[in-house]
């Protein structure tokens, strides 16, 4: 108890120091400097006046501008401490790393553009965290983020909306990935999930592979899809036509946002309010145009 109590005394008397000294100095040296001014002769008190002016001048401002820094120091480190109280304690031992492995990383070399590049690269990280804290997650496709597509169908308990471009999807929902997503959406029929999925053949899809998609409307239809299609034609006129967009129970978007040959290469996930509601009425404008899917019928030209 002692001990502490007497660090905590020390530490209040060092802040204590801290504030009395740009205070008092400058008192001491105007006092010092009218002492000047009654002792000397009367030719020279002017200018030792005007030069004591601005000697206590200067004194005082770079006194009041190192106190700033100093607060703004503290206030600084205050945030920071709580930011991290507000941390889980699971999270603990992720932010000792990070911050560690930055400490590290900042006092590991003096050259500029090493420099540059880590403040960079620590702006783009604060960035993307802070667009995952206002609801949008980005990242770039691989298990990860099947997973998290996996997940939000199996926490789906009312409706799955969505839009399929084929030119960026087809090979994707042949793939060992999609079937696993699509073996989701099937489980979620089965809870009595409503999923309508929209199906467009998107830019430079080649009329030879129809038929694989046909294929795959139709297999989806006989699972309980509500399954539409249309011509990517026929969508040009409304904003982005070709959006890739799966829209959970109205409260989170699920968004492909590149794609290569076929495949795609960076999704996004948004779950804020107006996010999902544009989502939902670009869906809308899209299957008013659309066409119910009959296997019966021949394909959409």
Not at 214 to 236: H, P, W
């Amino acid at each position: 108890m002692f001990p502490m109590a007497t660090t905590h005394n020390a530490g209040r008397a060092r802040r204590t120091g801290r504030m009395t000294l740009p205070v008092l100095l400058p008192v001491v040296l105007g006092i010092g400097f009218y002492l000047l001014g009654v002792v000397l002769p009367d030719p020279i008190q002017g200018q030792v006046a005007l030069g004591a002016i601005g000697v206590l001048v200067a004194v005082t401002i770079e006194l009041i501008l190192r106190l700033a820094r100093g607060e703004e120091h503290r206030d600084t480190i205050s945030e920071l401490i709580r930011s991290l109280d507000r941390l889980p304690p699971t999270a603990y031992p992720l932010a000792r790393r990070v911050l560690a492995a930055y400490a590290g990383a900042v006092v590991s070399t003096e050259n500029s553009i090493y420099q540059d590049a880590l403040r960079a690269h620590a702006q783009e990280s604060a960035i993307w965290l802070e667009r995952v804290s206002a609801g949008e997650l980005e990242l770039d496709v691989g298990t990860e983020s099947i997973e998290l597509l996996q997940d939000s169908v199996q926490n789906c308990k009312l409706s799955l909306r969505g839009i399929t471009i084929a030119s960026q999807d087809l090979d994707w929902w042949q793939s060992e990935g999609g079937r696993r997503y699509w073996e989701a959406n099937i489980e979620a029929i089965k809870r009595g999930v409503k999923i309508q999925r929209i199906f467009i053949d998107g830019a430079g899809f080649p009329e030879a592979r129809l038929p694989e998609l046909t294929d795959l409307m139709k297999e989806q239809k006989a699972a309980g899809v509500s399954v539409f299609s249309i011509r990517l034609g026929q969508v040009a006129p409304l904003d982005d036509p070709e959006r890739d967009i799966t829209i959970f129970d109205d409260q989170m978007v699920h968004e492909v946002t590149d794609s290569a040959t076929g495949v795609p290469t960076r999704v996004t996930f948004r779950r804020k309010r107006d996010a999902t509601r544009r989502a939902a009425t670009h869906f809308e404008r899209v299957l008013i145009r659309a066409k119910s899917y009959d296997p019966a019928s021949p394909p959409p030209t």
